[in-house]
Nanobody, 123 residues
């Protein structure tokens, strides 16, 4: 089966950086897009960033687009999220997502999910 596994979370001081990774360690599938979502305590499950697998086009939530960078490695079936200038409000569980079908809205409708990695930003 498809298995998305996140890594790279941890504790960082405000203004610092982290890089998250997400790789498919299971069966091969035709990736159309991969992305990142996050959920803070008591908050909704929100879109963070996504990348198209075909041409590398990127998409960001307004709250992160000046600070976060998403990228992909097609050969490794891996996506990365470089997070700079982290703020306490970035604290959340970050979930990797993937899609195996074409869809024009990159903020939603993913069919594979990782189990999440905790990011904590101290003030």
């Amino acid at each position: 089966q498809v298995r998305l596994v996140e890594s790279g979370g941890g504790l960082v001081q405000a203004g610092g950086s982290l890089r998250l990774s997400c790789a498919n360690s299971g069966r091969t599938f035709s990736i159309y897009a991969m992305g990142w979502f996050r959920q803070a305590p008591g908050k909704e499950h929100d879109f963070v960033a996504a990348v198209s697998w075909s041409d590398g086009s990127t998409y960001y939530a307004d709250s992160v687009k000046s600070r976060f960078t998403i990228s992909r490695d097609n050969a490794k079936s891996t996506t990365y999220l470089q997070m700079n200038s982290l703020k306490p409000e970035d604290t959340a569980v970050y979930y990797c997502a993937a899609r195996n079908f074409r869809y024009n809205n990159y903020t939603q409708n993913y069919n594979y999910w990782g189990q999440g990695t905790q990011v904590t930003v101290s003030s």
